[in-house]
Nanobody
Framework: QVQLVESGGGLVQAGESLRLSCAASGNIFRINIMAWYRQAPGKQLELVARITSSGTTNYVDSVKGRFTISRDNAKNTVYLQMNSLKPEDTAVYFC??????????WGQGTQVTVSS
């Protein structure tokens, strides 16, 4: 079982930046994928970005060029640098961990609010 603790959310104005962090602990498999999802009010959960343990990244089109996902494998931590934030980025952001040994693990979520 893997535990995830997110931090870094908050209230910002459009155009500003935030950096989310997610620290993983527990039974971490060497080969894994960590990701950030988000859920806006009244909308479905959406994959924002993911990164494999070897560093391959994927992004949803709406954040390409503005968000950057990265990870520090020594610290078992994944980051999401969010620049040029827009009001439509407002959501609860969840950290996600998956590996080949079992089901996904989820963090508790962190609120990101972008005012116009």
């Amino acid at each position: 079982q893997v535990q995830l603790v997110e931090s870094g959310g908050g209230l910002v104005q459009a155009g500003e930046s935030l950096r989310l962090s997610c620290a993983a602990s527990g039974n971490i498999f060497r080969i894994n994928i960590m990701a950030w999802y988000r859920q806006a009010p009244g909308k479905q959960l959406e994959l924002v970005a993911r990164i494999t343990s070897s560093g391959t990244t994927n992004y949803v089109d709406s954040v390409k060029g503005r968000f950057t996902i990265s990870r520090d494998n020594a610290k078992n931590t994944v980051y999401l640098q969010m620049n040029s934030l827009k009001p439509e980025d407002t959501a609860v952001y969840f950290c996600n961990y998956e590996d080949l040994t079992g089901g996904p693990s989820w963090g508790q979520g962190t609120q990101v609010t972008v005012s116009s």
